[in-house]
Antibody, heavy 122, light 112 residues
Framework: QLQLQESGPGLVKPSEILSLTCTVSGGSISSSDCDWGWIRRPPGKGLEWIASMYCNGRTYYNPSLMSRVTISSDTSKRQSSLKLTAVTAADTAVYYCARVRPSSSSDYFEFWGQGTLVTVSS | QSVLRQPPSVSGAPGQRVTISCTGGSSNIGGGYDVHWYQQLPGTAPKLLIY???NRPSGVPDRFSGSKSGSSASLAITGLQAEDEAEYFC????????????FGGGTKLTVL
């Protein structure tokens, strides 16, 4: 059974950098263990896609966050990382990592981590 | 305001059939992009429910089905059960500007 676990600080100060890591365990190591996505859900709001990274090294970002976000991965460690700079209270959310299933049409998020709450506050 | 519009809430009695709509436009669903659905039970992570408009991952009961027509998609749940009470989100690709994956605003299903 594939399991994804997000980790990182639960509290970040305004204007600082939010850094999260997603570690995969279980399941069989497959060639798709390098297609990752990050999604967040602010309190009282819906899901928002943040970024995706694929085995071919390509990265894609939500246009509204593109200037502040970086996604990376370490395939040997089965990890994906997310960095979000210059955070504000609007970045307070539960952050999820997910394994992306690429498709010729619209990619989808096949397996999800349990999520980690990040609060931006001084 | 999401580019994929869902009703904020729907409800139904146990055993009934409910549908949840997801309406987009020519830059997403109407442009031929697939629609996917997720179920988020209270306090848990979202779970893939339907992918590629009408495909169920292993383990998802056949009470759940998806369809797509034009610029809209629907999730149908038959034989409603108390455990189906959750929030449901649709997702597709939006090709405008830089292009991005987009989610609907979510629909809260209440089992009466």
């Amino acid at each position: 059974q594939l399991q994804l676990q997000e980790s990182g600080p639960g509290l970040v100060k305004p204007s600082e950098i939010l850094s999260l890591t997603c570690t995969v365990s279980g399941g069989s190591i497959s060639s798709s263990d390098c297609d990752w996505g990050w999604i967040r859900r602010p309190p009282g709001k819906g899901l928002e896609w943040i970024a995706s990274m694929y085995c071919n090294g390509r990265t894609y970002y939500n246009p509204s966050l593109m200037s502040r976000v970086t996604i990376s991965s370490d395939t040997s460690k089965r990890q994906s990382s997310l960095k979000l700079t210059a955070v504000t209270a609007a970045d307070t959310a539960v952050y999820y990592c997910a394994r992306v299933r690429p498709s010729s049409s619209s990619d989808y998020f096949e397996f999800w981590g349990q999520g980690t709450l990040v609060t931006v506050s001084s | 305001q999401s580019v994929l519009r869902q009703p904020p809430s729907v409800s139904g009695a146990p055993g009934q059939r409910v549908t949840i709509s997801c309406t987009g436009g020519s830059s997403n669903i109407g442009g031929g992009y697939d629609v996917h659905w997720y179920q988020q039970l209270p306090g848990t992570a979202p779970k893939l429910l339907i992918y590629g408009n009408n495909n169920r991952p292993s383990g998802v009961p056949d009470r759940f089905s998806g369809s797509k027509s034009g610029s809209s998609a629907s999730l149908a749940i038959t034989g409603l059960q108390a455990e189906d009470e959750a929030e449901y989100f649709c997702q597709s690709y939006h090709s405008s500007l830089s292009g991005s994956e987009v989610f609907g605003g979510g629909t809260k299903l209440t089992v009466l």
